[in-house]
């Protein structure tokens, strides 16, 4: 259980981290497509400030990301420290070693907490394409009134 789901929230987050990335650009080239528009009408190219939605997208996808590589690593560590222990400790812990024990418990600490650090990943990654949208939703608006300011200028 612990690698299936290791891998299945790695897959979700990068998935994610890409969506966010591919939005990122899109709003870059929303930025630029603007000024090359605006200079070639000939006017003076006005730039939207950077919004702090923008400045954010990028700590908050990375934070998402390393959370969920965290996860990763502690999922694939929790499953091979069970399977290294012997199942005769696993059916009658009473007969199971110290370093058995302690195994069996990392094991159930990690379960124990590890979905709910893997969904606050995925939850910041999520919060990063929600940033992006709000980022390229008033660039978008600028971009259209700025068009509309030059042409009823000409």
Do not use: C, Y
Request: zero cysteines; hydrophobic letters at 50%; a neutral charge.
């Amino acid at each position: 259980m612990q690698v299936s789901g290791a891998f299945l929230f790695l897959g979700m987050g990068l998935i994610l981290g890409g969506i966010t990335t591919t939005l990122v650009n899109v709003a870059r080239s929303l930025r630029d497509a603007g000024h090359d528009v605006q200079e070639s009408l000939g006017a003076q190219p006005v730039q939207l400030a950077k919004p702090l939605s923008g400045k954010l997208t990028p700590h908050v996808m990375l934070m998402g990301v390393m959370l969920e590589v965290a996860a990763f690593v502690v999922g694939i560590l929790a499953a091979t420290t069970i399977g290294g222990v012997s199942p005769a400790s696993l059916a009658d812990p009473s007969t199971a070693g110290a370093g058995d024990i302690a195994d069996i418990g990392f094991v159930r600490a990690a379960s124990a907490w590890l979905p709910g650090l893997r969904l606050v990943g995925l939850a910041l990654i999520l919060t990063s394409v929600v940033l992006t949208l709000i980022t390229i939703q008033p660039s978008i608006r600028f971009q259209g009134h700025r068009v509309t300011e030059l042409a009823r200028g000409a």
